[in-house]
């Protein structure tokens, strides 16, 4: 371990090793909780590829374990350190490095929040879809490493839609570049969407070149009350089975929307049990008429009351309030956050599932998501400190998963597994499909130096 720190002080700048233990602290964990964390030997600020590189061939000469970090924002607990490792963070590269209009791509640094990319490339006309509700705080380098979504997915795809091509640092410091910018291309293994969704445990990216769209209009809005989650579950399978594809179409329970309602005054009556948020980018009288028929679709399906915001303002509001209720859940206990993702005629069976676990383990869980592609993320808010109480709400977490299993879903639909789901990995590809996972990372990181304990 001397060595090789001694090794990355040779190698690296002045200023981009940290050792400081104080200083190193806030590089243990990302943001989910309840997941074990070691402590580093060293923190490498990265600011280039060849910073990276020189990292990384010293990691490999000496086996030392190598954890990749962006802002650690992530609810999987795939950015904690290890003891003993080197946290490679990328937060300093942060350049958007170019936005090519003609051919509709930008190259970016992995450093750049997920928000300032989608401000700089609008400020030329175009449009970066993948839209996380941590947006102004997730990274792109993030983004892609657990294939992230957001609330337009539903319309527009993932992240790993927009990979063109990466630029990527394997464990070994060479530097290999997937992908192209042509429109099409399949020379060769796509080695690109092999990365994206990895979680740092195959390569750590350095680079990425992204697909964009035109601009997108400014979307009509609409919020919609239920009497039950139920109900309101089942209109989304109305929404989804119909001709419109909404631009945005999210679900919050009434745990959820009371949450909101405390922290931004939202103004929801307290009968409520749960809200439907839609949005249509069509544009002009095409998006007036689509939001008009998901409202018909809704008020059809049992909806209370369905409002279209009056203003921009109101819109922004009620998206805000959605992307902010992981933060209003942390105010009231400690959290675990689910990533169930089921077909989507199979919501209202998700919903009635949640809430009987709640109820059998006697905590509370609160369910938002993506209702419009199926992911939900329902959490558990309990208290941190009562041993009998965490033990309930790890049980509930565990037999969430194993609903969305049994629904025909899947256990993370865009959070990944980090370390917050490796035990039921297996139970959801099977025996043959984890042994490829394993050939796969063996034949990358032979040492097995990349972010170990991750994934499986």
């Not at 060595?3 to 964990?29: C, F, N, Q």
């Not at 959490?379 to 977490?397: I, N």
């Amino acid at each position: 371990m001397s060595a090789a720190l001694a090794e990355l002080k040779d190698r690296l700048p002045e200023g981009s090793i940290v050792t400081d233990p104080a200083l190193m602290e806030s590089y243990r964990t990302d943001r989910a909780m309840f997941c074990e964390a070691g402590v580093p030997l060293v923190v490498v600020r990265a600011r280039s590829t060849a910073e990276v590189s020189a990292t990384m061939e010293v990691a490999s000469k000496h086996g030392v374990p190598v954890v990749p970090q962006g802002a650690r924002s992530g609810l999987s607990g795939a950015a904690n350190a290890i003891d003993g490792c080197i946290v490679i963070s990328l937060e300093a590269m942060d350049e958007v490095v170019r936005i090519d209009t003609a051919n509709r791509y930008v190259v970016t640094q992995p450093g750049v929040f997920n928000a300032v990319l989608a401000r700089a490339v609008a400020a030329e006309g175009l449009f970066y879809p993948p839209d996380p509700s941590s947006k102004e705080f997730c990274t792109i380098g993030g983004n892609l490493a657990t294939n992230s979504g957001g609330l337009c997915c539903v319309k527009y795809g993932v992240t790993t839609d927009y990979v063109l091509g990466l630029e990527v640092v394997l464990a070994s410091g060479e530097v290999v570049r997937t992908g192209r910018t042509t429109v099409k291309g399949v020379a060769g293994y796509d080695l690109a969407r092999l990365f994206v969704g990895s979680e740092g445990t195959l390569g750590i990216i350095t680079e990425a070149t992204l697909r964009l769209r035109s601009a997108a209009q400014r979307p009509k809005t609409l919020a919609a009350t239920f009497a039950s989650a139920g109900d309101a579950a089942q209109a989304v399978t109305s929404v989804v089975t119909s001709t419109i594809v909404p631009s945005l179409l999210e679900f919050m329970d009434r745990t959820s929307v009371r949450a909101v309602n405390e922290t931004f005054k939202l103004g929801f009556d307290d009968d409520v049990e749960a809200v439907i948020l839609a949005q249509s980018d069509a544009g002009g009288t095409a998006g007036e008429a689509e939001i008009a028929e998901i409202s018909a679709i809704l008020s059809s399906a049992g909806a209370i009351e369905v409002v279209v915001a009056e203003s921009d303002q109101e819109a922004d509001a009620l998206l805000a309030a959605r992307r902010e209720v992981l933060t209003a859940w942390e105010t009231m206990g400690t959290t675990m956050i689910d990533d169930v993702c089921v077909p989507r005629d199979r919501l209202a069976d998700l919903v009635a599932g949640i809430e009987q676990i709640a109820a059998d383990n006697a905590v509370m869980i609160g369910v938002v998501g993506h209702a419009g592609d199926g992911n939900f993320h329902p959490t558990v808010v309990f208290d941190g400190q009562d041993a009998d109480e965490c033990k309930r709400a790890h049980r509930a977490f565990d037999e969430v998963m194993h609903l969305g299993l049994d629904l025909g879903g899947t256990i993370t639909g865009e959070h990944g597994i980090g370390l917050l789901k490796t035990e039921l990995l297996q139970a959801e590809i099977g025996d043959l499909s984890l042994r490829l996972h394993r050939d796969i990372k063996a034949a990358l990181d032979p040492a097995g130096i990349l972010n170990p304990g991750k994934v499986f």
